[in-house]
């Protein structure tokens, strides 16, 4: 690993994962922290960095890789993820680059522990979105099932016990012998079990099973007997009450553009990813009333809490969200302290990296600098000052625009139409996007089921017009489809704060051959092609008022 200058960084308070230190400074050296005090304990050459509260590096317990996802977690202050479903291509392909950048090469990432393939019945959750995968079909399969995983770098085991009842569905699922079975084959070999449930009746089975940590929090509310028998079991739980937030606010906005601290460290594409979402169709949302309830049920009778996120379902990015966990955590019921160690020291204990989680000498720098005193108002998480992973500098400036941030973003574009896909073989009713086509086979451009209506977009995926039923969007797309892609378009890059004219050259699917109307503009004679993930387009001046 590259060393790097020592530095001791002075702050008002120190937060240890556990408690507020007496202590003023913290010194780190070669990657780990090297001595914690006062001002005594500072070297002659160190570097000196003052600020609010310091924090170990934040962890969030519940995510899904996508490529360059760990990158991202490192820019908001989470040093590491833990993975509770993914394939080993991701998987690899994060840890060689975290690797490279713990060896110097790039900005520092955060770490990353997983599952691996979770276990789950054939053709049961979540199939849609990771096909093809290994099942299990029963108890015989537990041993090598658990082994196939050990041998993918598998820190823990995730088991799925969800048949679709929670959200009126009726999906394959294992049973609690198959669990149970996986339970001992992955105790067998010092592996924690994380058990995927939705119900409060899921809950108490999996935890009677003998699974270590309830992935989510039920969403329906649990009686106090299923709350005492799930708390008398020792499991621990990962509350998710973010998903709440893949729903819009009331002003049609998404909860996580709503906080300015986190919102202005976002990407301007990764922000153009929310806004989407919130346009997307989706069911009512539900108010996470009855979830938070449990959560603080279950910790008030003892049950350890973590924080996790479950990136990157909707309205969910990566090292950002956890901050929005930890203030859903706090509106629960837990004391901010509380929600600080359901991020720190109590995930670290329950996954076993006794070097992290805490500011204890020895440990990894994994340390957090904010403004502000998160353990009396918890939102101070998300003013970060200065972050650390191992010592090392995450460079957030360098994300945007990154080859990390377009594969992040483009796996889970393939991810969505994928489950999209098969949401419609399954549902041939359930509204989803739909081509228009001319007589004679020519895409003219596509509907796109919104919670407001349908929108007429281009091939490329441009609004054609406002949100309206699906047979007046049909007539838009089917009148100006093509005759729109002759107009002058107003288009702003995405590392731009100006809009400007354009005409269309040539339209792909993912990307346009624009010609600058502006004569000043220094450019080829034929245009320039430009990713669309990296530009806005709209068909009228954006500050006029039917501009979109």
Same mark, same amino acid.
């Given at each position: 690993? &590259?060393?790097?200058?020592?530095?001791?960084?002075?702050?008002?308070? =120190?937060?240890? %994962?556990?408690?507020? *230190? /007496? #202590? !003023?400074?913290?010194?780190?050296?070669?990657?780990?922290?090297?001595?914690?005090?006062?001002?005594?304990?500072?070297?002659?050459?160190?570097?000196?960095?003052?600020?609010? &509260?310091?924090?170990?590096?934040?962890?969030?317990?519940?995510?899904? =890789?996508?490529? %360059?996802?760990?990158? *991202? /977690? #490192? !820019?908001?202050?989470?040093?590491?993820?833990?993975?509770?479903?993914?394939?080993?291509?991701?998987?690899?392909?994060?840890?060689?680059?975290?690797?490279?950048?713990?060896?110097?090469?790039?900005?520092?990432?955060?770490?990353?522990?997983?599952?691996?393939?979770?276990?789950?019945?054939?053709?049961?959750?979540?199939?849609?979105?990771?096909?093809?995968?290994?099942?299990?079909?029963?108890?015989?399969?537990?041993?090598?099932?658990?082994?196939?995983?050990?041998?993918?770098?598998?820190?823990?085991?995730k088991v799925i016990y969800d048949d679709g009842s929670g959200a009126m569905l009726n999906i394959a699922s294992l049973d609690p012998a198959t669990i149970e079975a996986l339970v001992i084959a992955a105790h067998r070999h010092g592996l924690p079990v994380v058990a995927h449930v939705s119900t409060a009746a899921g809950a108490v089975t999996v935890a009677r099973c003998g699974v270590d940590v309830l992935a989510h929090v039920p969403f329906e509310r649990m009686r106090e007997a299923e709350v005492r028998d799930v708390a008398q079991t020792g499991v621990a739980l990962i509350a998710t009450l973010s998903l709440v937030d893949g729903f819009?606010?009331?002003?049609?906005?998404?909860?996580?553009?709503?906080?300015?601290?986190?919102?202005?460290?976002?990407?301007?594409?990764?922000?153009?990813?929310?806004?989407?979402?919130?346009?997307?169709?989706?069911?009512?949302?539900?108010?996470?009333?009855?979830?938070?309830?449990?959560?603080?049920?279950?910790?008030?009778?003892?049950?350890?809490?973590?924080?996790?996120?479950?990136?990157?379902?909707?309205?969910?990015?990566?090292?950002?969200?956890?901050?929005?966990?930890?203030?859903?955590?706090?509106?629960?019921?837990?004391?901010?302290?509380?929600?600080?160690?359901?991020?720190?020291?109590?995930?670290?204990?329950?996954?076993?990296?006794?070097?992290?989680?805490?500011?204890?000498?020895?440990?990894?720098?994994?340390?957090?600098?904010?403004?502000?005193?998160?353990?009396?108002?918890?939102?101070?998480?998300?003013?970060?000052?200065?972050?650390?992973?191992?010592?090392?500098?995450?460079?957030?400036?360098?994300?945007?625009?990154?080859?990390?941030?377009?594969?992040?973003?483009?796996?889970?574009?393939?991810?969505?139409?994928?489950?999209?896909?098969?949401?419609?073989?399954?549902?041939?009713?359930?509204?989803?996007?739909?081509?228009?086509?001319?007589?004679?086979?020519?895409?003219?451009?596509?509907?796109?089921?919104?919670?407001?209506?349908?929108?007429?977009?281009?091939?490329?995926?441009?609004?054609?017009?406002?949100?309206?039923?699906?047979?007046?969007?049909?007539?838009?797309?089917?009148?100006?489809?093509?005759?729109?892609?002759?107009?002058?378009?107003?288009?702003?890059?995405?590392?731009?704060?100006?809009?400007?004219?354009?005409?269309?050259?040539?339209?792909?699917?993912?990307?346009?051959?624009?010609?600058?109307?502006?004569?000043?503009?220094?450019?080829?004679?034929?245009?320039?092609?430009?990713?669309?993930?990296?530009?806005?387009?709209?068909?009228?001046?954006?500050?006029?008022?039917?501009?979109?």
């Amino acid at each position: 690993m &590259t060393v790097h200058q020592p530095f001791t960084v002075t702050a008002a308070r =120190l937060f240890d %994962g556990s408690e507020v *230190l /007496a #202590a !003023t400074h913290l010194r780190v050296a070669e990657g780990r922290i090297d001595a914690i005090g006062g001002s005594e304990i500072i070297g002659h050459d160190d570097a000196l960095i003052s600020g609010g &509260t310091l924090l170990p590096g934040l962890i969030d317990a519940h995510v899904h =890789l996508l490529p %360059g996802c760990t990158q *991202l /977690a #490192a !820019t908001f202050g989470v040093t590491t993820v833990i993975d509770q479903f993914s394939k080993p291509d991701v998987i690899d392909s994060e840890r060689a680059a975290i690797a490279a950048a713990l060896a110097g090469a790039g900005p520092a990432r955060a770490d990353l522990r997983t599952s691996s393939i979770g276990a789950t019945a054939p053709n049961g959750h979540p199939t849609m979105a990771y096909a093809p995968i290994p099942y299990v079909t029963g108890p015989g399969d537990a041993p090598r099932f658990v082994e196939a995983r050990i041998a993918e770098g598998a820190t823990h085991l995730k088991v799925i016990y969800d048949d679709g009842s929670g959200a009126m569905l009726n999906i394959a699922s294992l049973d609690p012998a198959t669990i149970e079975a996986l339970v001992i084959a992955a105790h067998r070999h010092g592996l924690p079990v994380v058990a995927h449930v939705s119900t409060a009746a899921g809950a108490v089975t999996v935890a009677r099973c003998g699974v270590d940590v309830l992935a989510h929090v039920p969403f329906e509310r649990m009686r106090e007997a299923e709350v005492r028998d799930v708390a008398q079991t020792g499991v621990a739980l990962i509350a998710t009450l973010s998903l709440v937030d893949g729903f819009p606010n009331a002003d049609g906005g998404m909860p996580l553009l709503g906080e300015p601290g986190l919102a202005a460290r976002l990407s301007p594409r990764w922000r153009r990813v929310l806004d989407g979402q919130s346009r997307r169709w989706m069911p009512p949302p539900p108010d996470g009333a009855a979830a938070r309830e449990n959560t603080l049920a279950l910790f008030q009778s003892g049950v350890r809490v973590l924080a996790g996120t479950d990136a990157p379902n909707p309205g969910l990015v990566f090292g950002a969200s956890l901050h929005r966990e930890l203030q859903h955590l706090v509106d629960a019921g837990l004391p901010p302290t509380e929600a600080l160690r359901a991020a720190t020291a109590t995930p670290a204990d329950v996954f076993e990296m006794p070097d992290r989680g805490r500011l204890r000498i020895g440990s990894r720098a994994d340390i957090v600098l904010v403004n502000g005193d998160p353990t009396a108002d918890i939102t101070a998480t998300q003013h970060l000052r200065t972050i650390w992973v191992a010592g090392r500098d995450p460079a957030p400036e360098t994300y945007s625009g990154s080859t990390a941030e377009r594969e992040a973003i483009t796996a889970l574009r393939e991810t969505t139409n994928k489950i999209v896909a098969a949401i419609q073989d399954s549902w041939p009713d359930f509204p989803t996007p739909e081509d228009v086509h001319r007589d004679d086979g020519e895409l003219l451009g596509r509907l796109i089921p919104t919670s407001g209506g349908w929108q007429a977009t281009t091939t490329f995926g441009a609004a054609l017009g406002a949100i309206t039923t699906r047979d007046e969007a049909f007539d838009t797309v089917l009148g100006q489809g093509l005759a729109a892609l002759a107009e002058t378009w107003w288009v702003q890059p995405l590392d731009a704060r100006n809009w400007h004219e354009a005409t269309l050259v040539e339209v792909e699917p993912d990307r346009l051959r624009l010609r600058w109307k502006d004569p000043m503009v220094d450019q080829p004679p034929s245009g320039q092609w430009y990713h669309r993930d990296d530009i806005n387009l709209s068909r009228t001046r954006p500050d006029e008022p039917n501009g979109s």
